[in-house]
């Protein structure tokens, strides 16, 4: 036995020993015939890859109509708000997901929902009006599982309001094989196999997508589920046949189609659905799923058919050596510009140049190759370099693709052009804004005398310097050199995810955010793209790239020149792109010049114009491409919100006391308050409010803050400032929003405000619905700051509890020293100043001053400590009235945030339970 083993080990070592010996004869032959033919044939790479043909398939099916359809009810759009309610299954599951992806890239509304198992459904109306258009179940076992009488809440809902359901049903290893829907004519195949997709021309949700084509070949998974029904309120929208020969119980034969999605008219109980045998995964889902969305909700949450695409060709000159565009490929992309503008009216490739790099390109290691280096030339070109020798021996490296460079100037007028940094550069290094426009007027100069044309409007700054976050600075160049009217970035509001790009407008600069298309400078081969030529294929078809046109009306993609030599993977993607749309969809691709396709989107985005400035330093990217001569410790640490007329000054003062404290610098037109996030300024930028704080010289200790009173009560104020302080504190005053009424309008009338003066308190307060329109926005002004609670909800919903402090106004005047013990508490500022020390009550002025040597004081301006006659009686009345509710909730939110309740509001909730 053993000496039988030790002949078999024997045998083995041999067999092995013979292997290696193999293998290594094997791998010298063939490196032998590597070098032979790398070094001999003139034609060693494949030839870029073509493009895809035209639609393979017109074969449309033939599926009886469902003679009813037409019946289908129309939706009525204008009882239910505009949002999708989505129950997912956890808020970690994958669909649920995909799901709110694709309502986000749509810039739909929606809120999602764990799906109740026996729990309570969301509130579906307020008031006469339904809160959701939509309603999408993850799984729809969780809506027909529904217990009766959450069910019957939902139905008669979606019955009354016309709203539409939308349901996948995903199949599990537990799944029947068979089964019916609960409750509904409709039965359901489980965990099959299919193949060969095809659409049915009939079905009525079609809107973006095209029937004609067929997917051919298996679809992924095992897990297919079919529907199956003899009611005529289902018809079929995707159909396959299975993809083994087993025939399934209850179904005709396995050549014929069965649907995988279907829609459910609302014939059966007046409510339309339509249901997915499996997820969104396969491509086509996401197709349908979007016309699904548009149709139930009577187009209100779609887009129209028309697709605006721009196609920047950046870094002209710029490429590397060996993998600039030579004249061969100058003509490939002027033959496929021409085949383009047949697909898509008046397609034009836009060119991004920068002049310093004409006939010489990047430097790059071996810079230019001489006549001797070929080596080092072939090292520079990568890979990818396949140049003869013996051209090599005749010309120097990179005249090919100088005559690359000529032949574009050649045809200039073909293209469209926009200018980039002259040498490339990132404008966010230039903090001298004359020298940026320096180096702006050199590109421009190359651009006059090679005869390029400048008048597009549009420009791009390489690696999106300065574009955002905002250098101010280049905003300025821009305009004073190439009266830029329009740039694009895919940096805001950040880069991922991708989703959320977004426009914006900036010192009448309108900025489009940019669409990843997969190809970059080093994307230049098919069999090399990442992840394998099949991740882009995949792209085009149906993933990433058509999803972005799919869900954007206008789509500007960056590229590179060695996109366009090379394997021309630009070609290769463009043109492949607009085919598989032009099969699949109805959509109506064109291109647009950059001006006109930036006005264009802020008509069709109006709410983006407004931007939203974000902090910097929170985002890596956006730090790296953000001067090194500005920083976010120049923001402040804590914002003094207001309302007007509560003590903000008095606190304002006192908090400059403190030695570690610093304000802002005063401003020439709103003096002590700068109001950024409130108004018109906040259009200038965070480059100018930055300016408004000191250099810290010591990052840790200065707390730098800013009080602007109407912060408080101004709608987008909240948002903005969590937006670009997400850390700072808030600090509000609050004082009985009775007197600060009446102080607010003797303010007003002390300043001469014509419309105060005009009229009496009680006319302020009182005035009706028919009063004069300028008395009743002073009214407005006047009242609507007390709605304290309303208010605080505001700052709540963007600022954590712990980050927000209600001074008690009562206190600060009477006591200020206590109020001003807590406010260094909350705000954890060190050391602890003493305000019993520094303040001194005045009995002249009747409020409490800044104790100064030789036991004087300073007090505020003789405008703060106003007298004025008290409130008339039966204006405290009103006022106890109108803001009685808005106490009682304020009272009910400081118990939840642990906040002890201001003295005033004790009294005033007294007083009034007592009336
Ligand atoms: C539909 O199918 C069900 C069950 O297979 C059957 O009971 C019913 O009679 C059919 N209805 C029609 C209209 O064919
Ligand atoms: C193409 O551009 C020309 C010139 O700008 C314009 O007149 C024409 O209407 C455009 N065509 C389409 C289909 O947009
Ligand atoms: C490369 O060729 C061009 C023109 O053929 C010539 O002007 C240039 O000087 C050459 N460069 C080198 C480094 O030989
Ligand atoms: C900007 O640079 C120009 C030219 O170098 C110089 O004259 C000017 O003083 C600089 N401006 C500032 C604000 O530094
Ligand atoms: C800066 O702050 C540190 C404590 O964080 C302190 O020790 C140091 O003295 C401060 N420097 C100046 C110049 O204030
Ligand atoms: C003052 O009030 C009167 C009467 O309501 C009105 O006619 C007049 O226009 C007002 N003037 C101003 C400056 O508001
Ligand atoms: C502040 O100063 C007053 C008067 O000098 C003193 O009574 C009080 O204890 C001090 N408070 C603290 C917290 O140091």
Known sequence: MIHLWKLVRHMRQLELHRLILLLIAFSLASMCFLAYY???????????????????????????????????????????????????????????????????????????????????????????????????????????????????????????????IIGFFKANENSLLSAQLKGFPLFLHSNLGLRDYHINPNAPLLYV????????????????????????????????????????????????????????????????????????????HKLIFVDAIAYLTGKRLCLTLDRYLLVDIDDIFVGKEGTRMKVSDVEALLNAQAKLRKLVPNFTFNLGFSGKFYH??????????????????????????????????????????????DMLLQHRKEFWWFPHMWSHMQPHLFH??????????????????????????YAVAPHHSGVY?????????????????VTSTEEYPHLRPARYRRGFIHNNIMVLPRQTCGLFTHTIFYNEYPGGSKELDKSIRGGELFLTILLNPIS?????????????????????????????????????????????????FPQEKDPLWQNPCDDKRHKDIWSKEKTCDRLPKFLVVGPQKTGTTALYSFLNMHPAVTSNFHSVVTFEEIQFFNGINYQRGIDWYMDFFPMPSNASTDFMFEKSANYFDTDMVPKRAAALLPRAKIIAILISPSYRAYSWYQHQRA??????????????????????????????????????????????????????????????????????????????????????????YDEAKGFWCQLVENGKTRCLGKSKGRKYPDMEQSSRTFLADFYRESNIELSKLLNRLGHPLPTWLREELQNSSRS
């Open 751 to 840: 300043h001469n405000d014509p419309v105060a003066i005009n009229y009496t308190f009680t006319q302020v307060i009182t005035a009706g619905p028919h009063a004069p329109q300028e008395l009743r926005n002073l009214q407005n002004r006047c009242l609507m700051p007390g709605w304290y609670t309303s208010h605080l909800e505001r700052w709540l919903t963007y600022y954590p509890a712990s980050q927000i402090h209600v001074v008690d106004g009562q206190e600060l005047r009477n006591d200020p020293a206590a109020a001003m013990g807590s406010v260094q508490k909350f705000l954890g500022v060190t050391p602890h100043f003493n305000y019993t020390q520094a303040l001194r």
């Open 469 to 485: 976050p905002i250098h101010s600075q280049l905003y300025e160049a821009w305009k004073s050199v190439w009266n830029i009217q």
């Open 556 to 604: 500007i993609f960056m590229t590179h020149l060695s996109n366009y030599g090379n394997d021309r993977l630009g070609l290769y993607t463009f043109e492949s792109l607009v085919k598989f749309v032009q099969c699949w969809t109805n959509l109506r691709l064109q291109t647009l010049p950059p001006v006109q396709l930036a006005k264009k989107y802020f008509e069709i």
């Open 360 to 405: 010489t390109g990047m430097t790059s290691p071996c810079h230019r190759c001489g006549n001797a280096q070929r080596r080092d030339c072939q090292q520079c070109g990568g890979a990818g370099e396949k140049r003869r020798p013996s051209q090599a021996k005749s010309i120097n490296c990179t005249d090919e693709e100088d005559e690359g460079d």
């Open 38 to 164: 790398v070094t001999n044939s003139p034609k060693i790479k494949e030839p870029p890859p073509i493009p895809f043909n035209d639609c393979s398939s017109q074969q449309r099916i033939v599926v009886q109509p469902q003679a009813n359809w037409r019946i289908a009810k129309s939706v009525d759009t204008s009882r239910t708000e505009p949002v999708v309610l989505v129950f997912v299954e956890s808020i970690y599951s994958q669909l649920g997901q995909e799901i709110v992806a694709i309502l986000e890239s749509g810039r739909f509304k929606y809120r999602t929902e764990i799906a109740p198992g026996k729990g309570d459904m969301p509130t579906l109306t307020d008031k006469d009006r339904g809160r959701y258009s939509l309603i999408i179940y993850e799984n729809i076992l969780k809506y027909v599982n529904l217990d009766a009488w959450n069910r019957e809440l939902l139905d008669k809902y979606c019955v009354e309001y016309g709203v539409g």
């Open 209 to 284: 997508t095209r029937a004609n084509e067929v997917e051919q070949g298996p679809l992924p998974g095992d897990d297919w589920t079919v529907f199956q029904s003899n009611h005529s309120t289902y018809e079929p929208v995707l159909l396959a046949s299975t993809k083994s020969a087993e025939s399934i119980p209850h179904l005709p034969t396995h050549k014929a189609l069965h649907a995988t999605v279907v829609q459910d008219l609302g014939l059966h109980d007046g409510i339309q659905r339509v249901l997915f045998g499996n997820n969104l995964n396969f491509w086509l």
């Open 432 to 457: 001298n804004v004359t020298v940026l426009a320096e180096q702006m007027k050199l590109n421009k100069q190359f651009a006059l005398e090679h005869g390029i044309p400048i008048d597009l409007g």
